[in-house]
């Protein structure tokens, strides 16, 4: 699902000079430096005690970790669970220790040890007490998700019929303007916003807040992130992972068309 390429370099053209003659003269600025932290979109499996899961990570510029995890149907993503915390990149190596893992209840925190090759692959260990997992991946494919591309908010305007984790339905109808509403098949009514992340990245930022009763938690703020994505038989997934500022809640929606 969600990619990773090479920055470009950026080159100035020339100019012509003199009489009855010319020369030329061309500059070029360097290239901006390699990225060399953990930053970018991987997919892979994550394997517990007993089971294997496919998951979905994004690392972002300021070292937070989204990570889903889930069933892989055809390329689309069916997510049972969001890991979630914020960590530091260092000569190949990732650590975050605040990552809480959503899909259970009460979210535990989970120590996690990775080691990267940044723009390649990403593989480490989530570690709870005598509990852990292990997880490897490599950089998706620009053809399904180029990271480094900003957000186009036009590709995610207009109805989506989506998945909560749990099992809720959503009906999720986005505007031009990024505003959207998500109903419940419960009847909860939940509003937000969706926007190109501000990094020039190929991430949307998500706020939302929660409607009245029958909504559990009514006005419950949460935030988050969103991925379009598009898969291998050309339909488009589009996922939404939020969670509130106590960290005590998560989930994450999703859908394709």
Aim: charged share 5%.
């Amino acid at each position: 699902m969600f990619s990773k390429k090479m920055v470009l370099a950026v080159s100035v053209a020339s100019a012509l000079t003199a009489c009855g003659g010319g020369g030329s003269d061309s500059t070029s600025p360097p290239p901006p430096p390699p990225v060399t932290t953990a930053e970018g979109a991987y997919n892979g499996t994550v394997t517990h005690t007993t089971n294997a899961s496919a998951f979905s990570a994004v690392l972002l510029e300021d070292g937070q970790i989204w990570q889903l995890y889930g069933s892989d149907i055809g390329g689309s993503l069916i997510v049972s669970g969001l890991m979630q915390g914020q960590g530091v990149s260092s000569n190949g190596s990732f650590t975050s220790t605040t990552t809480k893992d959503f899909g259970l209840n009460p979210a535990p925190t989970f120590m996690l040890n990775a080691s990267y090759v940044a723009g390649v692959s990403l593989k480490g260990t989530y570690t709870f007490g005598a509990a852990s997992a292990s997880f490897a991946g490599t950089a998706i494919p620009a053809a399904q998700f180029n990271y480094n591309t900003p957000a186009s908010l036009p590709s995610v305007v207009g109805n989506w019929s989506m998945s909560e984790i749990g099992g809720n339905m959503l009906a999720v109808t986005i505007a031009a303007n990024g505003t959207f509403t998500m109903i419940s098949n419960s009847g909860c009514t939940t509003s937000g916003t969706v926007a190109p992340r501000t990094s020039g990245k190929n991430i949307f930022d998500v706020q939302m807040i929660k409607g009245p009763a029958p909504c559990s938690g009514p006005g419950l703020k949460i935030a988050g992130i969103g991925i379009y994505t598009t898969l291998a038989n050309g339909t488009h997934q589009f996922i939404m992972a939020v969670v509130d500022v106590s960290r005590m809640y998560g989930t994450a929606a999703f859908g394709t068309r």
